[in-house]
């Protein structure tokens, strides 16, 4: 049997590059050996690619190790830095063809023959040029496929005050909100705080319009936390959103799919900080996910098809997790945002949700890959030709 030679694309030019690594180490261990040759392509926080033994040392060790060149059992360097690396152990042979360095300081492109030796991408990049529509727009000139949503419901996906646009089109309930520029805040902070004041009040919820996994996230009380936490946004971030804070339950949903998407069961998170925010999810590990969720079959099926009508809002394909809040004392169900590549490791809550649901792990992998290669082949078949 012919394997599936599947490129996975990780790291990346974010603040969720940690995260990313994490996820990526999780899909190549689970994608079976018989059915694929995997790939590895690394991107450090500069934006350099490279793909094999080097992609593999980052996996094992971190980006440090490629300062160091490997010796074998009698002290002989194997790979150095600077030089192309020998084999990509366990990969694959389709890996020890392209185990190489994909960019030098005098190069930023992919070359053509790593490309043409993948039958699919799996880019694991969360966050800013990876989940974004960056990299989904080049591999669509390169015409390779790849697993997740396309160019514009990547961008929209990620862009909280574009998805918020679409979702109010869409007539999908959600929690009010105002945003501004860096440039807004910057030259005129008393008109964004006015603004802020008199359409939310106090508590809200702060946030960079382009990032995910809670980066850059501040809850504010008052007008002095409402100015440093939009300070805090703004690093990460040209545009930044303020929400209104409600008391609310938070409940998650995985969809899967592509043009006839499927959504899990909930999961609800109760975090073990005031909201869920990047140390409630990665370091203090106290967070609880409970899986399914504690609630009414009527809610479960409503957020299962709201999840799904999201999804759809913004064109989505391949995966997507869907977040939503419940008003506490009302069970008012309020859409919160749309993840378009969330995290992927066997802990990240997109595949417990799926697990809980009947889909182990990895046969998630492989329906996504499926669901990569059925997208591109709908996207061959438009014409890109006219005859007048």
């Not at 694959?92 to 053509?112: F, M």
């Not at 991408?121 to 990299?135: N, R």
Request: glycine share 8%.
């Amino acid at each position: 049997m012919t394997k599936i030679r599947v490129g996975v694309v990780f790291g990346g030019k974010s603040g969720e590059h940690e995260v990313s690594i994490e996820s990526a180490k999780s899909v190549i261990e689970a994608l079976d050996g018989n059915k694929y040759d995997v790939i590895p392509i690394a991107i450090d926080k500069q934006g350099r690619w490279s793909a094999g033994e080097r992609a593999l040392r980052v996996l094992e060790g971190g980006w440090a190790t490629l300062q160091t060149p490997r010796t074998d059992a009698n002290g002989m360097q194997t790979a150095p830095p600077s030089s192309p690396a020998s084999s990509a152990a366990s990969m694959g042979s389709s890996s020890e063809e392209v185990s190489q360095t994909v960019q030098t300081a005098q190069a930023s492109v992919i070359p053509e023959r790593v490309m043409d030796s993948i039958d699919v991408l799996f880019p694991v990049l969360h966050g800013s040029y990876g989940e974004d529509g960056t990299v989904q727009g080049m591999f669509e000139l390169l015409d390779v496929p790849y697993v997740g949503a396309g160019v514009a419901a990547s961008s929209v996906g990620m862009d909280k005050i574009l998805m918020k646009r679409m979702f109010a089109a869409m007539g999908l309930p959600q929690v009010d909100y105002v945003y501004c520029t860096r440039t807004e805040w910057e030259t005129n902070p008393t008109a964004v705080t006015t603004r802020v004041e008199e359409r939310l009040g106090y508590p809200c919820f702060v946030k960079p319009a382009n990032l995910g996994s809670s980066v850059g996230i501040s809850k504010a009380k008052s007008q002095a936390e409402l100015h440093k936490a939009i300070d805090t946004a703004a690093k990460y971030d040209r545009k930044v959103i303020v929400e209104q804070g409600v008391d609310v339950r938070e409940v998650e949903v995985a969809v899967l799919g592509n043009d006839t998407p499927k959504a899990s069961v909930p999961g609800e998170v109760i975090p073990c900080n005031e909201f869920y925010d990047y140390r409630a999810k990665y370091l203090d590990g106290e967070s609880t996910l409970m899986i399914p969720a504690p609630i009414s079959d009527e809610l479960t099926e409503e957020i299962r098809r709201l999840a799904v009508e999201a999804y759809k809002a913004i064109d989505c394909s391949g995966l997507a997790r869907v977040d939503f809040f419940i008003e506490k004392g009302t069970d008012r169900v309020l859409l919160n945002e749309i993840n378009t590549m969330p995290g992927f490791t066997k802990f990240s809550m997109y595949p417990k949700l799926w697990e809980a649901t009947g889909v182990r792990y990895a046969a998630l992998i492989d329906q996504l890959l499926s669901y990569a290669i059925e997208r591109a082949g709908e996207r061959r078949r438009s014409q890109i030709e006219f005859d007048v």
